[in-house]
């Protein structure tokens, strides 16, 4: 039987392995002479320091730590707030572009304490900090905010003293906050020639969103259709290939090429960014580009984008649609709304640029002309008034070869590794890269070949129907399997039984195709969140979050079952009902200022850095206030495991879990590619057999007041500390494949959130009723003959 015991000083639980594997079984631990204790600090299974785990290393398809045990990260996208300056001025926007100031995101230095502290208390230590390029770049090319990268610094600076590590990543959507989205300068945008005054009024972008609207029904999500619009899509075209499709547009005294001076420009960003903090203990790695796009590479056709892979809603001008306009003609364009069953419908056609604005700015690189239009892509035919396509195949084509063009190898994956060598020579070898394809696609198979040494891939997962929809409820559809051309009916799925297993299915799906296409590579998922303000916002009038926990529970859960780690989008400290994360209407954020009652600040003074000292315990409890649905999000979690994780199942309504594991396997190849890629069938990484301790976050959140109950390993012992939220588990047996469980419980268990229910739960009494009918039917026709 398993030995149990409880105490809240870890000062000598590490335990370690410094000779040959121990090959008696039952003994007592204390006894070997084969084994040391580590004294000199107290560490828990959620801390990521390096004093900790030695530092974090891949190896195969894991993060692993110096130990060798397989590391199962979880966290949280730090912040959304970053996408906006701390001086943003809806009013007065685009205007003062120069003068802004990102520092103080995500939040000011002096509050660090308290949400550093909140976040570890809740587990989720693993962090994908945002910054953008505009930050650190805004007031003109190679002019940087010092005193932002001295913020960044100083805020990286403290994760190790909460056990937090991070990975820093360069956030963009539809390219630049001036396009619709956030990321690059305003500069960006005005060195290519457009006139930013302009840009809404000839549809080039989508300004509402980031002006404070987003929130009405007729705003709700318009904001991703930027990325077709002629803005965003021009800009990407000219960053990834600008030699290739606008060679004439020359920028600068020096005549760069559009495409080599904003390459240049963002990795000059990146090498001052790298130098600033690269070197520090807090930041495991870096990740070239959020959510990269295409922009016009590949497009298919210059008269209509494709509805099954682009987003059709409001405005939807086509490319040469978008040319016309941004070259100072009126058009009427269609106009797109939400319908059932196909997600959108065409429901009109609506003037756009009424007052014959020009997007392009006279004195510019393409003298006022439309970039497309200089290149004889597209041209006004003035007998009768339209614009013509004059080269249909630009863009699926090298216009001076023909040579048939691919975004991925042409151009992605070359950038992609220029990238990563000027990173790792500025920080070193091993910080580690983290990158995603383009959203919603798999993993193509041709990156096996051109990814990047010490790779981390890192797609973005959210249920695309809640999401468009902003709604959640017994029903749920698998879009995935939908756009794969799977018959409706399989793509179906009723109640909490039914989503989880939807979600499953379709991270799962990602998770093995990236196994498949990249071989042994670590997948951790870098966004997926859930809308706070679903369902028209009621959770805001009723207080009941039962839909968002619900959401959330099925996503986790299908993260679990995948065995990945995660970084949830996102912790905002800024959120609030009414703006929610104050960003095109976006409210993801599950912790909500507005919502918590006035704490003080932990920090001793709000004029200094807060110090290791001022931490609060991982026990208080007030850190919890201002959080939305943390039964759904703090849950146990595997975090430092002596083999290599094969199952975990976790039930948010009970607060009990399972967890198998088993000891690594050499004999099992190291490099699954093909159809076959499993989730568990892997070999353990080198060094597993340094230590056979493994430690689990249990969350105090849910076992104050209760025992925890262990059930399993009788070869080893188990002991559970609750002021710092772990449960230890020690094996003894190291033998080769070596499997293990534990069943873990409350003693009570928690009180019940929702029910799991399913369809035939919920439907067997009109199942019975219909049967019932008919059989009374049959009998009534039966007794009259």
């Not at 790695?285 to 016009?296: A, Q, T």
């Not at 989880?500 to 296409?517: A, P, T």
């Not at 083999?643 to 975990?648: D, E, H, Q, S, Y």
Request: proline share 6%; hydrophobic share 40%; net charge negative.
């Amino acid at each position: 039987m398993a030995k149990a015991t409880a105490s809240s000083n870890l000062a000598s639980s590490f335990v370690l392995v410094d000779g040959p594997a121990l090959e008696g079984q039952g003994e007592d631990i204390s006894r070997q002479d084969t084994v040391r204790k580590s004294s000199d600090q107290s560490f828990y299974a959620h801390d990521w320091s390096r004093d900790a785990t030695g530092g974090l290393q891949i190896s195969g398809r894991h993060i692993v730590d110096s130990y060798g045990r397989v590391c199962g990260l979880r966290g949280a996208n730090l912040s959304g707030s970053c996408k906006t300056p701390v001086n943003d001025d809806h009013a007065s926007f685009p205007a003062n572009a120069e003068s802004i100031t990102f520092v103080g995101r995500p939040f000011p230095l002096h509050e660090a304490d308290e949400h550093f502290a909140r976040l570890r208390r809740w587990g989720l230590t693993f962090i994908r900090f945002l910054v953008t390029w505009e930050a650190i770049e805004h007031e003109g090319p190679g002019k940087y905010d010092h005193e932002y990268l001295s913020y960044l610094h100083s805020i990286l600076s403290l994760l190790p003293q909460y056990g937090l590590i991070a990975f820093i990543s360069m956030h963009q959507d539809v390219w630049s906050r001036y396009t619709g989205g956030s990321g690059a300068p305003a500069w960006t945008l005005t060195s290519v020639g457009f006139d930013l005054a302009n840009l809404e009024e000839t549809g080039a972008a989508w300004l509402k969103g980031v002006k404070g609207g987003g929130h009405t029904e007729e705003e709700r999500g318009v904001w991703p259709c930027g990325y077709q619009k002629l803005a965003s899509s021009t800009m990407w075209t000219c960053f990834w290939a600008g030699d290739v499709f606008a060679p004439k547009v020359k920028i600068g005294l020096d005549g760069k090429g559009v495409q080599e001076f904003l390459q240049e420009r963002f990795l000059g960003a990146w090498d001052v960014l790298v130098r600033a903090v690269g070197h520090l203990d807090g930041v495991l790695g870096f990740e070239m580009l959020n959510e990269p796009h295409r922009g016009y590479i590949e497009l298919p056709s210059m008269y209509a984008f494709d509805y099954n892979t682009e987003l059709h809603l409001s405005h939807v001008p086509s490319a040469l649609e978008s040319f016309a306009l941004g070259a100072g003609h009126t058009l009427s364009a269609p106009y797109w709304t939400r319908s059932f069953p196909m997600p959108t419908k065409l429901t009109s056609y609506k003037p756009l640029n009424t007052n014959k604005m020009i997007a392009w700015r006279k004195d510019g690189p393409t003298g006022g002309k439309c970039v497309w239009e200089l290149h004889n892509v597209w041209g006004w035919d003035r007998t009768k008034e339209e614009a013509v396509v004059l080269r249909e195949n630009y863009f699926t084509k090298d216009p001076m070869t023909g040579r048939k063009i691919d975004w991925y190898t042409d151009f992605y994956y070359p950038f992609l590794n220029k990238w990563a060598e000027r990173v790792r020579a500025a920080c070193g070898e091993d910080k580690i890269v983290f990158a995603e394809a383009i959203p919603n696609e798999f993993c193509p198979s041709s990156w096996k070949v051109n990814k990047p040494a010490n790779m981390v891939h890192a797609p973005h997962w959210y249920d695309l129907n809640a999401l468009f929809r902003k709604a959640f409820g017994n029903f749920s559809v698998n879009v995935q399997d939908l756009s794969r051309g799977v018959f409706p009916l399989k793509a179906f799925y009723w109640g909490q039984q039914g989503a989880r297993d939807n979600f499953s299915l379709q991270i799962g799906n990602i998770v093995k195709e990236s196994y498949e296409k990249l071989g042994e590579v670590p997948v951790i998922i870098g966004e997926c969140g859930v809308p706070m303000d679903m369902n028209r916002g009621q959770a805001f009038k009723t207080a009941d979050w039962q839909w968002q926990a619900k959401m959330m529970d099925a996503m986790i859960t299908g993260l679990e079952r995948s065995l990945i780690g995660y970084t949830l989008w996102n912790y905002n400290p800024h959120n609030d009902d009414i703006t929610g994360d104050d960003w095109n209407g976006e409210n993801f954020s599950w912790f909500s200022l507005s919502r918590a009652r006035t704490l003080p600040r932990l920090a001793s003074s709000p004029a200094k850095s807060p110090l290791p000292e001022s931490q609060p315990p991982q026990s208080n409890t007030s850190l919890d206030e201002g959080g939305r649905i943390l039964r759904s999000i703090v849950r146990p979690y595997p975090a430092k495991v002596a083999g290599v994780p094969i199952r975990f199942e976790y039930e948010m309504n009970t607060g009990a879990f399972v967890f198998e594991w088993k000891n690594g396997n050499e004999s099992i190849s190291a490099d699954l590619h093909g159809k076959d890629a499993s989730l568990t069938d892997v070999a353990g990484p080198p060094g597993h057999d340094k230590t056979w301790q493994s430690e689990i976050f249990v969350p105090a959140l849910l076992t104050g007041g209760r025992k925890v109950a262990v059930r399993g390993i009788p070869e080893g012992t188990y002991r559970f500390d609750e002021g710092t939220q772990t449960l230890f588990i020690y094996t003894e047996d190291r033998k080769a494949g070596m499997r293990h469980r534990i069943d873990v419980s409350l003693d009570p268990p928690l009180k019940r959130v929702f029910a799991v229910n399913h369809f035939w739960g919920d439907m067997w009494p009109w199942t019975f009723a219909i049967l019932f009918a008919l059989f009374a039917v049959i009998f009534t026709f039966v007794h009259a003959v």
